[in-house]
């Protein structure tokens, strides 16, 4: 027997089918042969059968891209930060100082400091003719190996109603053991101010993850993002104890108790 999972896009098609054709029946008492192809037909409506499913990319990290444009190049180089493609650029505008020296009280020389030499260079960005550049952060992405058997992640419905789930678990005082914490899905997710690393910190556990949100070899799709920056996007599993930091470890049980308690 096949029990349709409402959860994934396919498993509530079928029990959308289901009910057109209960509600039916009840109606009719049978399923008369026009209205079954008519209620087939629209249902049926809603699937693409003819293109590949979309492929699904991870983002591994970021790069700073540098295109540097003139009269006789248009060039585009990738560097691990925008410092190092900034540095990269003033090498080239130091190179080329002459075509501006003297120019609108623009030095003969160029500045030491690589921000403002390309300044200086470059001028306003509504006027700088046939030179110009562009630098910016993106994405490196790559092709996702594909999922588990039968494994969807949850549709639009399933994550809104667990977004509004979600609940915030704060420190009672400043004398608790614990760690503030917001729990989505069944992920905790930790944020607090470490005072042995002096940074804010932020953790988090996939130990206690809600079953529809793990996939068929136990890993759960995990994409993390600081600004603009993805730091980390694929799927992970749960973290080792032994790593695990001396204080989120009673906290976790704590949490655990907390659930049974509550009958989650």
């Given at each position: 027997?096949?029990?349709?999972?409402?959860?994934?896009?396919?498993?509530?098609?079928?029990?959308?089918?289901?009910?057109?054709?209960?509600?039916?029946?009840?109606?009719?008492?049978?399923?008369?042969?026009?209205?079954?192809?008519?209620?087939?037909?629209?249902?049926?409506?809603?699937?693409?059968?003819?293109?590949?499913p979309?492929?699904?990319?991870?983002?591994?990290?970021s790069?700073?891209?540098?295109?540097?444009?003139?009269?006789?190049?248009?060039?585009?180089?990738?560097?691990?930060?925008?410092a190092?493609a900034?540095?990269?650029?003033?090498?080239?505008?130091?190179?080329?100082?002459?075509?501006?020296?003297?120019?609108?009280?623009?030095?003969?020389?160029?500045?030491d400091?690589?921000?403002?030499?390309?300044?200086?260079?470059?001028?306003?960005?509504?006027?700088?003719?046939?030179?110009?550049y562009w630098?910016?952060?993106?994405?490196?992405?790559?092709?996702?190996?594909?999922?588990?058997?039968?494994?969807?992640?949850?549709?639009?419905?399933?994550?809104?109603?667990?977004?509004?789930?979600?609940?915030?678990?704060?420190?009672?005082?400043?004398?608790?053991?614990?760690?503030?914490?917001?729990?989505?899905?069944?992920?905790?997710v930790f944020?607090?101010?470490?005072?042995?690393?002096?940074?804010?910190?932020?953790?988090?556990?996939?130990?206690?993850?809600?079953?529809?949100?793990?996939?068929?070899?136990?890993?759960?799709?995990?994409?993390?993002?600081?600004?603009?920056?993805?730091?980390?996007?694929?799927?992970?599993?749960?973290?080792?104890?032994?790593?695990?930091?001396?204080?989120?470890?009673?906290?976790?049980?704590?949490?655990?108790?907390?659930?049974?308690?509550?009958?989650?």
């Open positions: 027997m096949i029990t349709p999972d409402p959860a994934t896009p396919e498993g509530a098609a079928v029990i959308d089918l289901h009910d057109r054709l209960q509600a039916l029946e009840n109606r009719t008492g049978e399923w008369p042969g026009a209205d079954t192809v008519d209620i087939l037909a629209a249902w049926l409506a809603d699937f693409d059968f003819t293109r590949p979309a492929p699904t990319y991870w983002v591994t990290g790069a700073c891209v540098l295109r540097r444009q003139d009269r006789h190049e248009d060039t585009v180089t990738l560097w691990a930060d925008e190092s900034l540095s990269a650029l003033a090498r080239e505008v130091r190179c080329n100082w002459d075509n501006v020296a003297g120019a609108d009280d623009i030095p003969d020389t160029p500045p400091d690589d921000r403002e030499a390309v300044d200086l260079y470059y001028g306003p960005s509504d006027s700088r003719g046939d030179e110009d630098l910016y952060a993106a994405d490196i992405n790559t092709l996702a190996p594909p999922a588990p058997h039968a494994f969807l992640f949850p549709g639009p419905e399933l994550c809104a109603w667990m977004n509004s789930a979600a609940r915030f678990h704060p420190m009672t005082g400043p004398d608790d053991e614990g760690l503030p914490c917001m729990e989505i899905g069944g992920v905790l944020a607090y101010l470490d005072p042995d690393m002096k940074a804010v910190r932020v953790s988090v556990d996939l130990d206690t993850t809600a079953e529809p949100l793990v996939r068929g070899d136990a890993a759960i799709p995990l994409h993390i993002q600081i600004g603009n920056t993805t730091v980390f996007s694929a799927p992970a599993g749960p973290v080792p104890e032994r790593i695990r930091s001396g204080r989120l470890r009673p906290w976790l049980r704590r949490m655990r108790s907390m659930r049974r308690q509550r009958g989650d």
